[in-house]
């Protein structure tokens, strides 16, 4: 996977194309990152017992990681991802500025 988590992403398709947060989950599996204050849901949910209350819940709902690009610091634009290996170990590389992730 070319985005992990705690990277800084900018969403480029989609309801919510233009904006950027942090990455605070990826599902490997299906291949889908929850992005923080994007792609917000809501939930109502009833009071199960006295601890919990009821009413309207907000939360991020992943989005296809596609949908997605890593923000080079150097620069502060997208960037694809791309690897090199550099004394047998790989690492991640922003295209644009060469700069490691």
Do not use: C, Y
């Amino acid at each position: 996977m070319k985005i992990k988590k705690g990277d800084t992403v900018k969403v480029i398709t989609g309801k919510e194309k233009g904006k950027t947060g942090k990455v605070n989950r990826v599902f490997r599996e299906s291949e889908r990152v929850v992005v923080e204050g994007v792609n917000i849901a809501k939930r109502h949910r009833k009071a199960t017992s006295q601890n919990t209350k009821s009413g309207i819940i907000e939360f991020e709902s992943p989005i296809a990681i596609s949908n997605v690009m890593l923000i080079d610091s150097k620069t502060g634009k997208t960037s694809r991802v791309g690897f090199k290996f550099e004394n047998n170990k790989k690492f991640r590389v922003a295209k644009k500025s060469g700069e490691k992730i």
